[in-house]
C-alpha cells in the first residue's frame, strides 16, 4: 500500500493505484477515513506503525464496497486500542447485510447503485452536520449514495471528499467523471452538484478524494468541476 503525505497532519494510503484511504493524525493517534478495500487491514495498520501512531477512530464517508472493505478485520484487530467506529444515521440501512436502499421521501428517487457489501459492525458514535469531530468539521454530501459524509480538518483546509468529488486527473463532481474513468456508482448527479456547491461555502485548500492523487486546486478547482456539471 503506497503512504504519501497530505499535509503535517495526514496520509494518504492508496491501494491498486486507485483506491484511497486516511490517516489523520489527533493528539492520542490516528483517525481513520475509510477502509479501503477487503484484505487492506494488515497494510493499514503497518503504516500508521510506521506513521509512529496508533489508530484511535475509524470514520466512514459512506458504505460502498471500497471504503468499507477492511472495517471488521480492522475492528476485530484493533480491539479495545480502538476507541470509536463512526458512521451517520442516513449509512446505516446501508451498512446491514443485505442493505436496505429503501429511499426517504424527500430524497432523490433514482436507484442506489455501487457494491454494498454491508458490514456486521454497528458504529459506535453517529455523526450529524456540522458537527466536529477532532480536527474534522462534518459534512453532508449527498448525491454519490445517500447519507454520503465528507470532512473539512480546519487545521490546513483538506478536504477528505471520499467519493462527493474524484480526482483521477482534474477535479470532479461525483457522477461526471473522466472519460477514462467511468463510475457507475453515483445515486443522484442532481444532488451531487448540490452538494458540490454547498462545499464552495468552505475554507477549502485541498482536496483528498477516494480516488485519484490529491488535488492542491482549492476552491477554484471545484468551481471548475461545477462548470463541468453544466457543460
Ligand atoms: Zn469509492
Known sequence: MKSTPVTANGHQLTRLGLVNCYLVREADGFTLIDANLSNSADDILAAARTLGAPIRRILLTHAH???????????AKLGPTLIEFTSNARTLPLLQKPPDKSLLPY?????????????????????????????????????????????LDERDGTL??????????????????????????????????????????????????????????????LRAAIAKTTA
Open 160 to 221: 477528505y471528499a471520499g467519493d462527493a468529488l474524484g480526482s483521477v486527473g482534474n477535479l470532479t463532481v461525483s457522477g461526471y467523471p473522466p472519460w477514462f474513468f467511468p463510475n457507475v456508482g453515483t445515486w443522484s448527479k442532481a444532488t451531487a452538484v448540490a452538494s458540490a456547491k454547498k462545499l464552495l461555502e468552505f475554507p477549502i485548500a485541498r482536496f483528498a478524494c477516494g480516488h485519484g492523487a490529491v488535488n492542491p486546486g482549492g476552491v477554484p478547482a
Open 65 to 75: 464496497v471500497d471504503h468499507v472493505g477492511s472495517v471488521d478485520a480492522l475492528l
Open 107 to 151: 430524497e432523490s428517487k433514482e436507484e442506489i447503485r455501487g457494491g454494498l457489501p454491508g458490514i456486521d459492525a454497528r458504529p459506535t458514535r453517529l455523526l450529524t452536520e456540522g458537527e466536529r469531530y477532532g480536527s474534522l468539521l462534518c459534512i453532508e454530501t449527498p448525491g454519490h449514495i445517500p447519507g454520503h459524509l465528507a470532512f
